[in-house]
């Protein structure tokens, strides 16, 4: 072997030592955490793991018990509904309101301020505040009847069939904010000279927004509903403070039921079973988009 | 003659800011106008109000003598191309062009008829299924001209519809307009800071400076007879020689002087008296200065040349005389090295006086 | 002015000058302050703004009443009688288990655990967004789009490996193993955060430095970090609302006597058995709620940056 060859092999794996060395740690957490974690999790959900984890295989017994509570499918339903609910109204909501902000209004800056301040707050507060307003003594309903309406019922949080809209009525409180924010960004970013010729053309304001803005926000409304719809699968924090999945089991949601079996039932083969369940569902939103964002554009 | 636009005392302030101010115009029928000048100038401004996209602050706008200074866009007889050309990214060409005539509930075989006559004028038949984005500039360009062509309307107006093209381009599609204008005969308002494009396409141009109307002439006459230094400065590529000095009396006739240097001005038209001792700007262009086949009787310089610029068909020489540096344009095939000396006369016939202060033209 | 001759055409309907000044729509279209256009846009504006304004009127009024008052009915009402005894209460005596020292306990935890997760999670974060965005290896892009996928993962599918990690290293349950899973957790946005930032920088100055002979660190140091001030400040934005407002990792990564105070704050509230004091529950809340409340009113635009920055995906 003449001296050159060897050379070579060394150098490519020292170039840019130091960058490679100071990522190490994103390396270590998106592959041994996100990544090994993950296919642990989904691996150990096949166990009978109870209080620690043990390599007992048994099959998909975990995810056959898991079907069969009524606990988990009540959970996957509310997640259903508020996810879907949840989707919908705050894409619309703070689509509309993005559309009021962009008419180039005086005080464009307090408003957005107020619309956006509930974003800051935990879920935890947003939680226990709307608990307080909904609270059926002192709360909303309670008002209404002192004013006169005295058999108007408004308790969604002791009301097992629509406590799940309590819920949603916090979390779009919370959240709207700022899907209004990214509307309007991509509202902003619409060539000015587009809604001039629209004016010239004789389009109504309503036709032009349906017809001609909103295909045009195609991106914005894409990557809005993925980080609401990531949002929604991760709910865990509002319900444990606003109705700690009651009553009873009314509001259970499948964040809610990991934990309490993880950490509080002493079964993890449950809890691993059912995160891999959330696992799934979020699998299942992400990949068909990232394959039409980025599909055959770039290769790692 | 009848006008088809006509803008009456129109001035538009944003707060405190002036952006035009008591402008007065009139468009006259199937006349290719054009609005020239720099950034800011108000150009864009006074379009936008003639479209009704701005409100004015003051005035009248008149289209084919009707008061349309409340009107919305559409109701003012308008088509209207941008310099983005603005089209729905969404919707094929046809949806393009279609789309403002279904709102106006215009019936189908009419919005057929007016596609076919518009994709036939501007050549676009083989494109009216297709996305803008699947669509060149020039492509583009031609389908924003058509959305306006299909509303069937008397003016037309440009903002700047070739600044986004490349050179080439541009002076293709330069050519289309012009042959569009003459096969339409409408009206046609058409803004830019070009001066080429000003100077191929008008029948009329009005230059602005800081919302005010400097010229309003025929390109030839702003050409030959600009009316103020900022207009002779404007126009003109190469731009005109400035020598500043000042009027003298040498045998009875008036002269312009200059570090020393007297210049006859003999053949100068004008009708104020040149009164000695003014102080004055001349004006000449660079192809008015010669340096060969000189008028018999002209008067003779004697010139250095400084430095020369080989531009093959013309060749731009600068000279030094009179303590100023000047350009002077002569035919590509001489070469001229520098510290060469030379005899240069001026054509006085098509040279500008204006006032030092003033600016205007004497 | 050429122009001026042309105002006495004599067109058919064009006749004197006089025929047009004064006469016919001039000048501002007339437009009442009132119209109907403003009244549904700002009515609407202000209707919504009433909506989001509402939870925060009613904590803040139901905080500072008395029980009785609070009993009496209206949520809406404004206190009677302003008294700030719920406050001190829930900062200094609320009962949280056997602890009976109020959210003060919680706050100071909710301190300590929040600088340093914010300097170590935005330190790792900015030097891996640098490195990304300057010194691309092979297989770098391909590590940062797992780890941007990692972003849309549930906490809860990947916490429990995390947790035996944790206990091998045997920093489970201290301060030291929370500021790790914040760091893990924050690690997409923020990488993603600098990376764009720093990719966004003109290039020419890191060439210029690489051929003055600066290293990675030299020019992290030197160059990078003095031009970054509004991205590091977007970014602590970000990770102290995060951090402060988390619950999730509060609950399942510390020990009672260090719960952040989003935790106490739960079991203050959700916890207490027989009688419910709204007013100390409030005032709790909003205690809990300020720090990042005041972050946000502080920081306005550069707030919203933030978050359409993390939002925005490359």
Redesign the interface.
Known sequence: MTGMAPAKRPNQLF??L???I??I???L???G??????L??VV?SFTNSKLL?RATFVGFDQFERLWASSRWIISIQNLAIYGILSLIFSMVIGFM?AA??D?K?RFE?T???????????????TG??????L?P???IQ??VR?MGWESFTFDPLYNPQIVIYGILIAAL?QGT??VM??ML?GLRGIDEDIWKAARVDGIPMWRTYLFIVIPMMRPVFI??L??IA?GI??V??LV??QT?GGPGNASEVP?KY??DY??QAQN?GQ??A???M??LT?AII?IPW?YL?FGGK?R? | ???SV?I??LSLSFGAVSVLQNL???IRDGEFLVLLGSSGCGKSTLLNCIAGLL??????I?IK?R?V??EEPKDRGIGMVFQSYALYPQMTVEKNLSFGLRVAKVPKEDIQRRIARAADILQIQPLLNRKPAELSGGQRQRVAIGRALVRDVDVFLFDEPLSNLDAKLRSELRVEIKRLHHSLKNTMIYVTHDQIEALTLADRIAIMKSGV?Q???DPVTIYNRPVNLFVAGFIGSPSMNFLRGELAEEGGCPVFRTHGVSFSLDGYDTAEPLMPGRKVVLGVRPEHIHVDNHKAGAEMHDAVVDIEEPMGADNLLWLKHAGHTMSVRTGGAKRFAPGTKLQLSFDMSVASLFDAETEVRI | ????S??N??????DAVSE??GS???????RRAMSARNIM??G??FV??L??????Y??VV?SLKGMPE??M????SPPMEITFEPWVKAWAQACTGLNCDGLSRGFWNSVRILIPSVVVSIA?AS??G???A??R?K?????????I??????????????V??LREIGVYGTLTGLVIVH??FG?PIL?LLFRNYFASLPVELFKAARIDGA???QIYLRIMLPMSLPIFVVAMILQV?GI?????FGV?FTRPDVYPM?VQ??NI??SVQGVKE?NV??AA?LL??AV??I???LS?RL??RG??AG???G
């Open positions: 170039r840019n130091n960058a490679k100071a990522s740690p994103m390396i957490i998106a592959v955490i996100f990544l090994g974690g993950s642990w999790t150990y984890p309101l009021l902000m008419q209004i800056n408003f957005r301020t107020i619309f956006l301040y509930p974003f800051a707050l935990s879920f935890i507060v226990l505040v709307w608990q307080w307003i609270n003594e002192f709360g309670g008002i002192s409180w904010g700022l924010c990214l960004a990557t809005t993925v980080i990531s699968v991760k865990y924090d444990v403070a700690s964040a990991v934990y993880m950490f993890l809890g691993f059912a995160s891999t959330m696992l979020v992400i990232a964002e770039k790692g | 003659m009848n006008n006509s009456r005392d007065n115009l009139d409100e004015p602050t003051e005035g009248q008149f003598g008061n200074t409340w109307i010229q309003l002439d | 002015m050429a122009n001026i042309t105002l055409t004599t067109a058919a309907g064009f047009y000044v016919g729509p001039s000048g501002r279209r007339p846009l700002y609407t504006l919504a703004a909506y989001y304004l509402l939870p925060l009613v904590m139901t609070v009993r009915g209206n949520i809406f790792v030097v891996s640098y490195a990304l300057n010194w290896f297989g770098s892009e391909f590590f940062f789009s797992i780890l996928i990692g972003a849309f993962i549930p906490y809860q599918v990947m916490i429990y490996p995390v035996i990690a760091t893990i690690m990488t290293g990675f660190w609302t402060w407002n988390d619950f999730l399942v989003t704050l739960n509230v959700n709204y529950n409030m809340t809990t709620g990042p409340l972050v946000y009113f306005g707030f919203v978050i359409a939002a925005v995906k």
